[in-house]
């Protein structure tokens, strides 16, 4: 009977001779050598964006709690980014007004995934979009066009005390949640 498993493919040998003589996995070998797999097929599916919006209980026209409401969620949605080792190379902000009117402004940056650079570039958006001085009810903040890829640090801006913060608070996050570091201005 080996002699017969030796000469044969697995797929010609007879799925109750593959059951004798493995039991159970045999009969699971023997459907695998046949192609016969019953799982379903799940399409690769590449993630194109990371977002986070906030609908208010109540709308404001506080500044200070809008700011403070854009720099936790850039900062919250950028270390999402930092630990898929992802880059963003565009930043996306999104009002909604009390009338619920709803506008969003992009902008295209070069690719990073640093806290300071994401909110400066969200908080300019926001600016540009805040123009009717009406009650918000829904701030929104989405990054796109996502690659894979570390924070390229930069020559003249960026400070070796500054980097390894960044890396000291992401790993405080990464082993006690991401709600235990943050901003003073996030608060």
Not at 43 to 70: C, V, W, Y
Not at 145 to 158: K, S
Not at 160 to 182: H, P, T
Request: hydrophobic fraction near 40%; include cysteine; glycine fraction near 6%.
């Amino acid at each position: 009977m080996n002699g017969l498993l030796l000469q044969c493919g697995l797929s010609d040998i007879p799925e109750e001779m593959m059951q004798i003589l493995l039991g159970k996995n045999g009969s699971e070998l023997w459907r695998r050598a046949n192609g016969i797999d019953e799982t379903p097929v799940v399409p690769f599916h590449e993630q194109k964006s990371i977002s986070t919006e906030n609908t208010f209980g109540q709308d404001t026209i506080d500044m200070n709690f809008l700011r403070a409401e854009m720099l936790r969620m850039t900062e919250r949605i950028a270390f999402e980014l930092r630990k898929q080792n992802k880059l963003t190379g565009c930043v996306t902000v999104k009002l909604r007004y009390s009338n619920f009117d709803t506008f969003t402004k992009q902008q295209s940056i070069a690719y990073t995934n640093a806290d300071q650079i994401l909110f400066k570039t969200a908080k300019e958006l926001f600016e540009k979009l805040y123009d009717r001085r009406m009650l918000i009810r829904m701030l929104g903040i989405r990054f796109t066009n996502l690659i894979p890829g570390n924070y390229q640090i930069n020559l003249f801006e960026d400070t070796q005390e500054m980097i390894k913060l960044y890396q000291a608070i992401d790993s405080v996050k990464k082993r006690f949640g991401e709600k235990m570091v943050m901003k003073a201005g996030g608060m």
